[in-house]
């Protein structure tokens, strides 16, 4: 099985990831085929790219991630009190 990412053809069994593909910050991404698949009619759905779409569900479950480290974060007894102004959430990085 090929996996494109990046317009880039990989093959499935390039792995460990070689220096190249780390200097142009790309690697190779194996999918099951049905995963692709409804990524793939999710993206055109939306009218962007496979690669936009897989960048932007990761950033998206980063965003998630840092938001459940920041909610556990307020919630310790030690570090909310009355006179503790409560931090503001991580900001979702608006590059994408």
């Not at 780390?22 to 194996?30: G, T, Y």
């Not at 055109?44 to 932007?56: A, T």
Request: hydrophobic share 35%; net charge neutral; charged share 25%.
């Amino acid at each position: 099985m090929l996996v494109y990412f990046n317009d880039t053809c990989l093959q499935e069994d390039a792995f460990p990831m070689p220096e190249e593909y780390k200097q142009r910050h790309c690697f190779p991404l194996r999918l099951s085929a049905t995963m692709r698949r409804q990524a793939n009619d999710l993206a055109h759905r939306e009218g962007i790219s496979l690669n936009h779409f897989i960048s932007l569900a990761i950033a998206e479950k980063i965003s998630r991630m840092e938001y459940q480290v920041w909610l556990q974060e307020q919630a310790k007894p030690d570090t909310l009190t009355s006179a503790t102004p409560i931090s503001r959430p991580p900001s979702f990085d608006k590059r994408m």
